[in-house]
């Protein structure tokens, strides 16, 4: 079971947005802005597309952003496109004992 | 272009030893923290171990604590996992990972594939 929940699956059509939530507790999400998405194309490394909530790495779309509310993190992706059709995975600092805690994954569908 | 290049995985008996190595190019490696990432077939991902930029701390996950070891070789631009008594379920996929900010992962190794069993 893993420290962060997420759903298992989301899925939308091309153009538009989804959101995928990622929920933890406040020793984790909610104590910290260091969450992180990462995509996963299958057979593929991840890949980072969102870091410290909501900042994006060079090169990753404009169409995905991220935010927090209390101990729930959430990733949109606006415009939805057939590539980003993939796993996605949460993370969060969760204190120096525990230190990196990741969701499931949630397999996005693009239909 | 920086780049990270894991080697060292392979098939190894349970109660076996296996060291993982990552050769890191085009960035000032021993700038960076580095963490190992794990990922069973079929599963999500799981944090492994961290260590400082210049050696000095490690960190662990439990399941692994007192069996794996981290350590770097700036020296070398290369960064290992130790793994010992190893077991079935270590059986996964191990990427070596830079930090991008205080927690992001970026970029990430192809990977690595341990398999454990008899």
């Known amino acids: 079971q893993s420290a962060l929940t997420q759903p298992p699956s989301a899925s939308g059509s091309p153009g538009q947005s989804v959101t995928i939530s990622c929920t933890g507790t406040?020793?984790?999400?909610?104590?910290?802005?260091?969450v992180s998405w990462y995509q996963q194309h299958p057979g593929k490394a991840p890949k980072l597309m969102i870091y410290e909530v909501s900042k994006r790495p060079s090169g990753v779309p404009d169409r995905f952003s991220g935010s927090k509310s209390d101990n729930t993190a959430s990733l949109t992706v606006s415009g939805l496109q057939t590539e980003d059709e993939a796993d996605y995975y949460c993370?969060?600092?969760?204190?120096?004992?525990?230190?990196?805690?990741f969701g499931g994954g949630t397999k996005l569908t693009v239909l | 272009e920086v780049q990270l290049v894991e080697s060292g995985g392979g098939l190894v008996q349970p109660g076996g030893s296996l060291r993982l190595s990552c050769a890191a190019s085009?960035?000032?490696?021993?700038?960076?923290?580095m963490h190992w990432v794990r990922q069973a077939p079929g599963k999500g991902l799981v944090w492994v171990s961290r260590?400082?930029?210049?050696?000095?701390?490690?960190k662990y996950a439990d399941s692994v604590k007192g069996r794996f070891t981290i350590s770097r070789d700036n020296a070398k631009n290369t960064l290992y996992l130790q793994m010992n008594s190893l077991r079935a379920e270590d059986t996964a996929v191990y990427y070596c990972?830079?930090?991008?900010?205080?927690?992001?992962?970026?970029?990430w190794g192809q990977g690595t594939l341990v398999t454990v069993s008899s």
């Open positions: 260590i400082k930029n210049d050696g000095s701390g490690t």
């Open positions: 993370s969060s600092y969760a204190g120096s004992n525990t230190e990196v805690v």
């Open positions: 990972a830079r930090v991008r900010g205080y927690n992001g992962f970026d970029p």
């Open positions: 085009g960035f000032t490696f021993s700038s960076y923290w």
């Open positions: 406040s020793s984790d999400v909610g104590g910290y802005d260091y």
